[in-house]
């Protein structure tokens, strides 16, 4: 019983330490500069301008209104630039990224981790990716999502 209680004890501490670790804001963050970010934009994509226009627009408003993080979604043919797209964002502002490929996934939990209470628990893919990177600002690119299987 007392064994119990002490592998219980270093787990939560574990646990504990990991978000201890995660910093909420990244120091290593540039802010955006919409002419560089059009410009390295240009260079990686053909064509899509209009995209790529609503990109920089929506990126510098939320710069300028101090806003953090939010939610982009590209709908399109393979091999269109989507998560090149995504990527160039990721390395104009300087942020990691992680791509998680969603084809074959059948349960959610692989993204948000399973309960604790389980000898075998681990972390979802989120929480992986901020205890890699040190940080939870950064752009986590969910890839082929129209591929899960739940």
């Known amino acids: 019983m007392f064994q119990e209680l002490s592998s219980r004890k270093s787990k939560a ?13 990244n120091p290593n963050r540039i802010p955006i500069d919409g002419v560089e970010l059009r410009r390295m934009l240009d260079k990686k994509l053909y064509r899509m301008d209009a995209a790529k226009q609503l990109i920089v627009d929506l990126l510098v408003s939320n710069e300028q209104a101090k806003k953090r993080g939010c939610c982009l ?11 090149t797209l995504a990527e160039c964002i990721a390395k104009l502002c300087n942020m990691p990224y992680e791509i998680i490929p969603m ?10 981790g399973s309960d604790s209470s389980y000898e075998s628990s681990c972390p979802g893919r989120f929480a992986q990716a901020f205890e890699k990177y040190g940080t939870s600002e950064m752009v986590c690119i969910l890839d082929e999502i129209d591929k899960t299987n739940f």
């Open 13 to 25: 501490k574990e646990k504990l330490e990991t978000i201890l670790n995660i910093s909420p804001i």
């Open 73 to 83: 979604l590209f709908v399109g043919p393979p091999g269109v630039g989507k998560t």
């Open 103 to 112: 084809n074959g996934m059948d349960r959610n939990l692989e993204l948000i």
